[in-house]
């Protein structure tokens, strides 16, 4: 129970954190929240460990995983002869190298420690050699030092990306039809999901569909059956379904009546990230019993495995995620979505050779497309917490659906505009057909003024203490003076921290009769984001302190109060309208503050990594899709269906379901062939030319809104019809990232060696000339020269090449026009000349335009330095 108080609250923090903090007070409140619960929490954990020293390690052994075994051992035939190509699991091959691995597993941790004295809660054959033990810190040093033994690493936490939006207000949204909703979009394509498990009842997993679901032949994936996810659970939708909980399990967090040793989500991220990525078409989103049009996945054709490593109230381990993603690559999924980051960050370019993306490598090297979010710890640059180039990490950006509602004070119409309208619970429930007819029907009674109660002028007892102005309590209220009022309460940080609720604030004003509830913003929470909730109720919150002090202002002026200040004539009235209809804007999506930024760092040097991250940007803030009645991520969506959440975790579900698409379109694409079409194809501009813009961009955090750069957004925001048609695709396979991981200066060929028992060539080269749709160049001292090598995926095409020089640089592009046949590769050369030194780093790009209209962006990143540090950088 304390566990899952610490639990809570920390959530809470990383949704302070999440916001907008313009507030210097604000920052200090939450980091001193976090430093408390930090404290607490290791005290209970300490408490709870079963044998003081006693954790969870992840030991990657000498020995090829089946996905990059050649046949060099005696005796076992090859495993992978390919690249980029699905291994037949079930061959017998894989079968007899598996049961070898798994038995070199067990000799090596008995002969070395003892039968007995430790646990083997996996042995990780697929992605990884290796093996997750529980034991004591002495017995893992005498691991460690075995020689056969390459790495050992204690295990984490890992979580989910959800950004959990402050409890308010909200309101309800129209429609969520996505594109791509054709009865065959994404057919024969199998998305897995790392994440918190399904909801298998829910429509949007059905295969109860008007055209029937064909099991794809190359996914073998199984489902486990249990008393919560009886046998039917799957179909021909949801064709996989598998948990991984033994660490969860070996860390005494884990409680089965709560999260459930079974696929079955009791949280709601894992419904609803599958859902986003390829829930059926059309299906109705109904919360409250309204109906809110229908929601698609973006490829609502494919077929979904979900790889349940995350658990309600507790978060994942790592030795359980790597469990799941062995199992979804060894299963022969397509494309693997993983709304999920480590709790902390690694960092550079240790991370690379970090066992959780040497897996991710191996699962590239099988031929998935691997997305991952890019963390919601924003907006700071270098919050990003996805770093390999062979993992597409995806940015949230806001969309232009907004809920426009607003009180209108006293006869003369002062409006004050606002957020979280919930329709009146007199509305009858409609058709989505029918709601198109009546945009009018929501806020306070019709055209009705209502007279305004301040929360604090109501109180039963008048010498309450005004901390109670958070409507929490009906009980503390006069409730003949707010029967037929619209009651006034304070958010505050207590709303933002979790100990104030809104669903509490809405049974206040129930239960005194009230006709709506006003929320104003106390300056504390100022720079806070709030996101629309449906509650069934006539309400707005006005989310910032200077306009709810116009409403207050208001208040004060036509209020009467004696001379002790209790109130002897209520005179302000009000009227609550707008808000549930969705409005589209047109207006261009921005990058969200949560979303974490780049640049990739060096950890050595804390330079610039040359590898660009965040990739893309997809949307990520206020996603309505499935939802499991039984889920307790987000309170305000208890009992319901569908959801509306926000986070970089809700955008990488739309980048897999769009990665679906492109490799039923183009079944040979590579991974990096579906990363290229995806990133070169993405929009920087509006519909008038103008740059997208971020929230608090990271090359000038202060300010609220800037043009977005690439260390906001990646190649831009996606656009899926132009992804599908790319023209050029810029590609790589395995041995071109081997390449890269021995070019990158702080690892050694001896450190590359031990992590992916590869050797390095005799020439280094250096990490900008892995061929990726970017060139970044971290450090550029003189010149160089970069090769790319571009693949004409399209019929002959004569491209143009036009650029834009970052800042502090000379380039020059070779050829500047070519003619590129069908299926043919063409090199192009840039040269950039670093003019100045001033270790800023500029952005520019490079555009490659053919005559049949595609257009091939991709961007040119460079800082100018002086001095490069070279150091061995140990794993
Ligand atoms: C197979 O891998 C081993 C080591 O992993 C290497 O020494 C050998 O050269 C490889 N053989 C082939 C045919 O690639
Ligand atoms: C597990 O959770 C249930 C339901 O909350 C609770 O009743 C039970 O005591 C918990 N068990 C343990 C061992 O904490
Ligand atoms: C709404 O207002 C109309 C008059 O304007 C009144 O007849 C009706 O009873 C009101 N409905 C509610 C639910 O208050
Ligand atoms: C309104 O008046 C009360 C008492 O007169 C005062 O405490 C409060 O600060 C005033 N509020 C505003 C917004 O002026
Ligand atoms: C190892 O790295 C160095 C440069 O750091 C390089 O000169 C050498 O050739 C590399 N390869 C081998 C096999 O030693
Ligand atoms: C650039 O950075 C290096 C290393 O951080 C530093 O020594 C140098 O003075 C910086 N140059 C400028 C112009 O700021």
Redesign the pocket.
Same mark, same amino acid.
């Given at each position: 129970m304390r566990g899952e108080g610490g639990r809570k609250a920390n959530t809470k923090m990383a949704q302070g954190y999440n916001t907008r903090q313009h507030s210097l007070t604000t920052m200090k409140a939450l980091v001193l929240v976090f430093f408390l619960i930090t404290v607490l929490r290791r005290t209970i954990c300490v408490g709870v460990a079963p044998e003081s020293g006693v954790g969870v390690y992840i030991v990657l052994l000498k020995g090829d995983p089946v996905v990059q075994y050649n046949g060099s051992i005696q005796g076992f035939a090859a495993t992978s002869d390919s690249n980029g190509r699905k291994l037949n699991a079930s061959s017998k091959a894989v079968k007899s190298y598996v049961a070898y691995l798994v038995n070199s597993h067990d000799t090596v941790l008995e002969r070395t420690l003892g039968r007995g004295n430790y646990q083997k809660l996996y042995s990780y054959h697929h992605v990884i050699n290796g093996v997750a033990v529980q034991m004591t810190k002495r017995k893992a040093d005498i691991l460690g030092a075995m020689p056969d033994v390459l790495h050992i690493e204690k295990d984490f936490r890992f979580r989910t990306e959800t950004t959990h939006t402050p409890d308010y207000l909200g309101l309800p949204t129209g429609g969520w039809t996505l594109e791509g909703g054709s009865s065959n979009a994404g057919e024969g394509i199998v998305i897995g999901l790392v994440d918190t498990g399904v909801d298998p009842k829910h429509p949007s997993f059905s295969d109860q569909t008007a055209k029937a679901y064909k099991r794809s032949a190359s996914y073998t994936g199984q489902c486990e059956f249990t008393a919560e996810f009886p046998k039917g659970s799957c179909n021909n939708k949801l064709v996989g379904a598998r948990h991984f909980a033994a660490a969860a399990v070996a860390s005494g967090e884990f409680n089965s009546t709560v999260q459930y040793e079974s696929p079955l989500d009791a949280d709601g991220h894992g419904t609803h990230t599958a859902a986003t990525a390829a829930g059926n078409y059309g299906v109705t989103v109904l919360v409250n019993g309204f109906n809110y049009g229908s929601a698609s996945g973006m490829a609502p054709r494919a077929q979904i495995a979900q790889y349940k490593a995350i658990y309600r109230d507790i978060g994942g381990f790592f030795a359980d995620v790597v469990a799941a993603i062995d199992q979804a690559v060894k299963d022969g999924v397509d494309v693997l979505s993983l709304s999920i980051g480590p709790a902390s960050i690694p960092g550079g370019s240790a991370a690379y050779l970090s066992t959780f993306d040497l897996a991710l490598l191996s699962a590239v090297k099988a031929g998935v497309f691997v997305t991952q979010a890019a963390g919601n710890a924003g907006p700071y640059p270098s919050t990003i917490l996805s770093f390999s180039p062979w993992i597409v990490s995806v940015a949230a950006g806001t969309h232009d659906r907004t809920y426009p509602n607003s009180i209108c004070l006293g006869s003369k119409s002062k409006t004050i505009s606002g957020i979280g309208l919930a329709r009146n619970f007199s509305i009858p429930r409609l058709s989505n057909h029918q709601r198109q007819a009546t945009t009018s029907a929501t806020g306070t009674n019709g055209s009705s003024f209502y007279r305004l109660v301040l929360a604090r002028d109501a109180f039963r007892n008048l010498n309450t203490t005004p901390r109670t102005d958070g409507c929490q309590d009906s009980t503390l209220y006069d409730e003949t003076v707010v029967k037929g009022s619209i009651l006034i309460c304070t958010y505050d940080l207590n709303f933002l921290f979790g100990v104030y609720n809104i669903p509490a604030v809405v049974i206040t004003a129930q239960n005194l009769g009230a006709q709506g509830i006003v929320l104003t913003a106390s300056s504390e929470v100022d720079g806070a984001t709030f996101s629309p909730t449906p509650l069934g109720f006539p309400a707005i919150i006005i989310p910032n302190s200077k306009d709810s %002090?116009v409403l %207050?202002?208001y208040y004060?002026m036509t209020t009467e109060?004696d001379q002790h200040?209790k109130v002897t004539k209520f005179d302000a009235v009000g009227s609550i309208s707008g808000g549930e209809q969705a409005t589209f804007s047109s207006s261009p999506p921005q990058v969200a503050s949560f979303s974490s930024r780049g640049p990739d760092i060096n950890s050595a040097n804390f330079d610039v990594a040359d590898v660009l991250k965040p990739n893309i940007m997809a949307p990520g803030n206020l996603i309505w899709a499935a939802w499991t009645s039984i889920g307790v991520d987000e309170q305000d969506f208890n009992g319901q269906n569908f959801a509306m959440i926000s986070g970089t975790s809700m955008a990488t579900p739309h980048i897999a379901g769009i990665a679906a698409l492109i490799k039923q379109k183009f079944p040979h694409f590579s991974p990096a062939a579906i990363a290229s079409a995806i990133t070169t194809t993405a929009t920087v501009v509006d519909s008038n030319g103008r740059p997208l813009l971020a929230q608090n961009p990271s090359t000038n955090v202060a300010a609220d809104l800037g043009p977005a750069s690439p260390f906001d957004f990646g190649a831009g925001f996606v656009n899926p019809t132009a992804a599908l048609d790319p023209g050029l695709i810029f590609d790589a396979d395995y041995d071109d990232y081997v390449q890269f991981l021995c070019s990158v200066p702080e690892l050694s060929n001896l450190t590359v060696y031990k992590a992916i028992n590869s050797n390095c060539g005799s020439n280094k080269g250096l990490p900008s000339d892995l061929n990726t749709p970017s060139i970044v160049i971290g450090s550029l001292n003189g010149h160089q020269y970069v090769q790319r090598k571009v693949t004409n995926v399209a019929a002959t095409e004569t491209y143009q090449s036009s650029f834009t020089a970052p800042t502090g640089v000379m380039i020059a592009v070779n050829p500047r026009s070519f003619t590129i046949q069908a299926g043919e590769s063409a090199q192009i050369c840039v040269a950039l000349e670093a003019t100045d030194s001033s270790n800023v780093t500029s952005f520019g790009n490079l555009v490659l335009s053919g005559n049949a209209g595609h257009r091939v962006r991709i961007s040119i990143i460079i800082s100018t330095r002086k001095q490069k540090v070279e150091t061995d950088f140990q794993l």
């Open positions: %002090l %207050l202002d004060n109060r200040g």
